[in-house]
């Protein structure tokens, strides 16, 4: 049982430039959620999913977009990437009706 | 917008002295969660709160949900250097979690 797991660790990548990270958790949870994390700014949340197909916007989601094909996996990706997205991305998931949040190891993507 | 605001942003102790860190909603919340952060890692659940006035301890830590269901603290009690790191709690409406901007804690031996 590993939990969440996000995928890469550490990108860099230059203005313009398009990349996906993935996030998977192997605990059948419903709900999953993608956050940024930048120094005194404590964790905003970008996109979340409440089940398989099922996208919303949270309160940062321009910029970004998300995926969830499958239940275990949520895609963030980001087209056309700027400076200003760089940060360390967490995933995070829970049950319905839950209320542990379980985070993921994060991201850390720089933007030149 | 939803704002969570949390104080102080920094806090320094020497072990064995007491802890507090505030919360405070715009709005009114659904319930509040707790969360632990060491340097380099990912949060870690601690805490839910629910009911308005609730009070929840774990060992030296006190939670507590104020009676508007807009504000909320977590106390330590005689800190030792395994609570090093960085709190924070997130308030819960609707579908969506709104994180404070965390208070760093620094443990003096």
């Known amino acids: 049982n590993a939990g969440v797991t996000q995928t890469p660790k550490f990108r860099v990548l230059k203005t313009g430039q398009s990349m996906t990270l993935l996030c998977a958790q192997d605990?059948?949870?419903?709900?999953m959620y993608w956050y940024r994390q930048d120094p005194g700014m404590g964790l905003r949340l970008i996109h979340y999913?409440?089940?398989?197909?099922?996208?919303a916007k949270g309160e940062v989601p321009d910029g970004y977009n998300v995926s969830r094909l499958k239940k275990q996996n949520f895609l963030l990706g980001l087209e056309s990437a700027a400076p200003s997205q760089t940060s360390v991305y967490f995933c995070?998931?829970?049950?319905?009706?839950?209320?542990?949040?379980?985070f993921g190891p994060g991201t850390r993507l720089t933007v030149l | 917008g939803q704002q969570v605001m949390q104080i102080p942003q920094y806090q320094h102790v020497q072990e064995g002295e007491d802890f507090t860190t505030y919360c405070n909603s715009s709005t009114t919340l659904s319930n509040i969660q707790w969360y632990k952060q060491r340097p380099g890692g990912h949060p870690v659940f601690l805490i839910q709160?629910?009911?308005?006035?609730e009070v929840k301890k774990q060992k030296r830590l006190t939670f507590q949900f104020g009676e508007a269901k807009k504000n909320s603290s977590l106390h330590i009690t005689a800190t030792q250097t395994t609570d090093v790191g960085t709190y924070f709690c997130a308030g819960h409406t609707g579908n969506q979690f709104y994180f404070g901007t965390g208070t760093s804690l620094t443990v003096i031996p």
């Open positions: 709160l629910v009911k308005s006035g």
């Open positions: 605990m059948n949870h419903e709900y």
């Open positions: 999913s409440v089940g398989e197909g099922t996208t």
């Open positions: 995070a998931s829970r049950t319905n009706g839950g209320d542990t949040q379980y």
